[in-house]
T-cell receptor, first 113, second 116 residues
Framework: SQKIEQNSEALNIQEGKTATLTCNYT??????LQWYRQDPGRGPVFLLL?????KEKRKERLKVTFDTTLKQSLFHITASQPADSATYLC????????????FGGGTRVLVKP | GAVVSQHPSRVICKSGTSVKIECRSL??????MFWYRQFPKQSLMLMAT?????????EQGVEKDKFLINHASLTLSTLTVTSAHPEDSSFYIC????????????FGPGTRLTVL
């Protein structure tokens, strides 16, 4: 069966450290993978998109890697700040018409000052 | 740019009533709009995909007669939960894509529906 898995346990991290989140998937062949941030009671906010032919993408303090052999993406927040505390969702393009996405369960990050 | 709004942000209704939720793209024309629901501590589940002027495409297991979607213009889609029951209580979120960036969805702030 098709699955997208993110670590369901919250990630507690000290301010200034790097947070690393994992997204693993099975039985998908996505053309691209995306990461979103979601704050409590709010809709997700798009952060980064990485395509199947890209190994790494960066945006300010964020870095995403995509390994289609391992079927895994890693999401890094460097020099983390308390304002980075949120739930982070990975999403895959499922190859259907209309650019439909399927989402992982999300990982909650808590950055402590 | 690429702002999506939803109205209302919260709604409480009695069992058996219908509730309409609006989703608007404020500064762009939406090629496609999507409707999701999210239960507490769970991820987003796609309910349906909607294109202006055509019937919505529903995901497996989503009752189209229960969740009516109308996509009247390139900037407005509505979701009506008909004859709502307590199990329909959830967080409903819409998203939209724009022609210049079809691979990215821009999400609304969500609507919290509570059915008593």
């Amino acid at each position: 069966s098709q699955k997208i898995e993110q670590n369901s346990e919250a990630l507690n991290i000290q301010e200034g450290k790097t947070a690393t989140l994992t997204c693993n998937y099975t039985n998908y062949s996505p053309a691209y993978l995306q990461w979103y941030r979601q704050d409590p009671g709010r809709g997700p906010v798009f952060l980064l998109l990485i395509r199947e032919n890209e190994k790494e993408k960066r945006k300010e303090r964020l870095k995403v890697t995509f390994d289609t052999t391992l079927k895994q993406s890693l999401f890094h927040i460097t020099a983390s700040q308390p304002a980075d505390s949120a739930t982070y969702l990975c999403a895959l393009d499922i190859g259907a018409a209309g650019n439909k996405l399927t989402f992982g369960g999300g990982t909650r990050v808590l950055v402590k000052p | 740019g690429a702002v999506v709004s939803q109205h209302p942000s919260r709604v409480i209704c009695k069992s058996g009533t219908s509730v309409k939720i609006e989703c608007r793209s404020l500064d762009f024309q939406a090629t496609t709009m999507f409707w999701y629901r999210q239960f507490p501590k769970q991820s987003l589940m796609l309910m349906a995909t909607s294109n202006e002027g055509s019937k919505a495409t529903y995901e497996q297991g989503v009752e189209k007669d229960k969740f009516l979607i109308n996509h009247a213009s390139l900037t407005l889609s509505t979701l009506t939960v008909t004859s709502a029951h307590p199990e329909d209580s959830s967080f409903y979120i819409c998203s939209a894509t724009r022609l210049a960036r079809l691979d990215t969805q821009y999400f609304g702030p969500g609507t919290r529906l509570t059915v008593l």
